[in-house]
């Protein structure tokens, strides 16, 4: 039996692989997949493509294509989630902050640099037509350090998906300003290049199965009452999360890569772009 270690944040977006790996979909097909959950989001997966502790990883667009053009050996496998990721904008709930534009010039908290919560940072500042270059960082590592850091002060505000940190907002820990959705498909499927060399038929399979699960994920009867139990929310939430969440069985578009480089181009957090061939498989 093959081994592959997956990894991807503890979130609503990969129920679907954990529903294949419970029904043994996979070990039926020979291959025991090993999930790891990332809280820490997607600058620890890049990291960890790099150190080869994972094969492959759910990871946000911009992230892993930001990691590629620094020297990250892996590749694009698909597209995973073809809609937006919608990141509220957080501060803490007893803050004085009432509006986004007062948070100009304060300090976001971030889970590491190139993690999503950090470059949809600068994304935001540029909707608010803020200065890129003068942002201000604080690394917190996982959605808890956010809440110990905007509760203690040590960061102003947090960006993060929108639904996961609803409970936090309805439990007061969390105040939402606003949102600030990805111009782009949110998660993509990625696998270290030496894994893809030496695996291509067990990657062909884990994509066919994992393909077949979301085609259909959102028809599982009650799945809205299934993903407001196991992941702490409301059902109206989810109703609305599923509302607008889209799965995908097809890689990235090209058009849609050369406007992610691009982006990150325009906001120096890439000094330039590489050919389509270095990103997608």
């Not at 809280?39 to 590629?68: F, H, S, Y």
């Not at 439990?171 to 696998?191: E, N, S």
Request: with cysteine; net charge negative; glycine share 6%.
């Amino acid at each position: 039996m093959k081994n592959i270690k997956i990894g991807g944040v503890p979130e609503h977006f990969n129920l679907p692989w954990h529903n294949a790996i419970e029904d043994n979909l996979f070990k039926k097909k020979d291959i025991n997949l090993i999930w790891r959950d990332i809280p820490e989001g997607t600058g620890a997966m890049c990291q960890a493509l790099r150190n080869k502790e994972l094969d492959m990883a759910i990871i946000l667009t911009e992230g892993i294509v930001k990691d590629i053009t620094a020297g990250n050996p892996s590749k694009i496998l698909q597209t995973y989630v073809t809609s937006p990721l919608i990141w509220g904008i957080h501060v803490a709930a007893k803050s004085t902050y009432q509006h986004i534009k007062e948070l100009q010039g304060t300090t976001a908290a971030i889970s590491r640099y190139g993690s999503g919560s950090h470059l949809m940072a600068y994304v935001q500042a540029e909707n608010e037509g803020w200065d890129t270059n003068a942002l201000d960082f604080q690394v917190v590592h996982h959605l808890q350090g956010a809440i110990d850091a905007l509760t203690i002060g040590q960061a102003d505000y947090f960006m993060w998906e929108h639904f996961t940190t609803k409970p936090l907002v309805d439990k007061g820990v969390f105040r939402r300003l606003g949102d600030c959705p990805t111009p782009w498909p949110c998660f993509v499927i990625a696998a270290h290049q030496e894994f893809i060399a030496n695996n291509m038929n067990h990657i062909k399979t884990v994509l066919s199965i994992i393909n077949e699960i979301t085609d259909t994920f959102k028809r599982i009867p009650d799945i809205d009452k299934i993903i407001a139990s196991k992941y702490d929310q409301k059902l109206i939430d989810v109703k609305e999360w599923l509302k607008i969440t889209e799965w995908s069985q097809s890689q990235l578009d090209e058009h849609t890569l050369e406007e992610v480089q691009q982006k990150l181009l325009d906001l120096n957090i890439i000094n330039t772009k590489v050919d389509k061939s270095r990103i997608l498989l």
